[in-house]
């Protein structure tokens, strides 16, 4: 946390970043510990943790610029990285949601950005088919199967880092709290797509994303929670029969699919998260 809070508040943002609005979900660790003190610095409490897309509702809401970037802590933004998104996004009023090439901490380049999923690639995930071969069988949504070396216009990109035009919130709503965490930002992009929108991917902005996030101590209940908000997504854009075979292949194909690939690639001691999260996932309501 404390590295993104100072990237964001270098020299060559003093006159471009008006507020910074941190929205603690009732967090039990030390990472609020060592903010730097600063009057842009705007620090909400939540009593509960109500779930990333509430939160993220609560700072747009909070928000009266012109542009909302919505980062995750585990960033880390270039000197110009701000000011070159205020840049582009001034000249190309085509565009609604602009996202920047990552990198991991290793300086890889993190598959950032999504395509909005259909039933059947839905089901290539829960089979594995996608894993064995994304080139053949595309990933439902994360673009594994392309290298993120070329600017483009995408469905989605990833809600670690998106910078925003504040007036799309008016056209779309914000994010849908029915989404706990994950998958938010992807329902976002399509209702936005829907009435016209458009998102963009530009590699000429990068910026830092760790990938070390919350909940990745807890990876049962973190599965649990990814299966639930896909589920939820399914259920909200297809039809019964596409929800019924994204449920049904999560339901009874995924666990053993998840599992026989774990063993494969030599991780069997993860098995066991896989058999809480799926533990969760059956004592929850969403149902046909």
């Known amino acids: ?18 507020k910074i609005f ?38 747009f809401k909070l928000c009266s610029a012109p542009f909302v970037l919505l980062l995750n802590p585990d960033t880390q933004l270039f000197e110009t990285t701000l000011t070159d998104c205020i840049d582009f996004m001034n000249k190309r ?13 290793d300086g890889k380049i993190a598959k950032s950005c999504a395509r909005f999923p259909s039933p059947l690639t839905m089901f290539f995930d829960a089979s594995g088919l996608s894993k ?10 994360l673009m594994t199967d392309w290298d993120h070396t070329e600017s483009r216009f995408v469905d989605q990109v990833i809600g670690a880092f998106m910078f925003m035009r504040s007036s799309i919130f008016k056209k779309t709503g914000y994010f849908d709290e029915r989404f706990f965490v994950y998958f938010e930002e992807l329902d ?8 016209g929108g458009k998102s963009y991917y530009n590699t000429t902005i990068k910026a ?21 908000s896909r589920l939820q997504y399914a259920k909200k854009h297809f039809g019964y029969a596409g929800y019924f075979l994204v449920w049904s292949s999560t339901i009874f194909i995924e ?13 069997p001691g993860e098995v066991r998260n896989v058999f809480q999260g799926y533990r969760l996932l059956i004592k929850s309501p969403l149902l046909p």
């Open 208 to 228: 830092i994303h760790s990938e070390n996030g919350t909940t990745m101590s807890v990876k049962g209940f973190r599965l649990f929670l990814y299966l639930k």
């Open 132 to 141: 064995i071969s994304p080139r053949i069988f595309k990933p439902a949504s």
């Open 93 to 105: 009023e085509d565009v609604d949601v602009l996202g920047c090439q990552l990198f991991q901490d």
């Open 1 to 18: 946390m404390g590295k993104c809070i100072h990237s964001i508040l270098s020299d060559k943002n003093i006159g471009v970043v008006s």
């Open 22 to 59: 941190i929205i603690d979900n009732n967090t039990t660790d030390t990472s609020l510990d060592n903010l730097p003190v600063n009057d842009r610095i705007i620090l909400v409490r939540n009593t509960e943790n109500v779930g990333f897309s509430r939160a993220c509702n609560q700072g």
């Open 188 to 195: 976002f992009s399509k209702r936005l797509a829907e009435l």
């Open 255 to 267: 666990p053993f699919s998840r599992t026989l690939l774990l063993l494969i690639t030599g991780n």
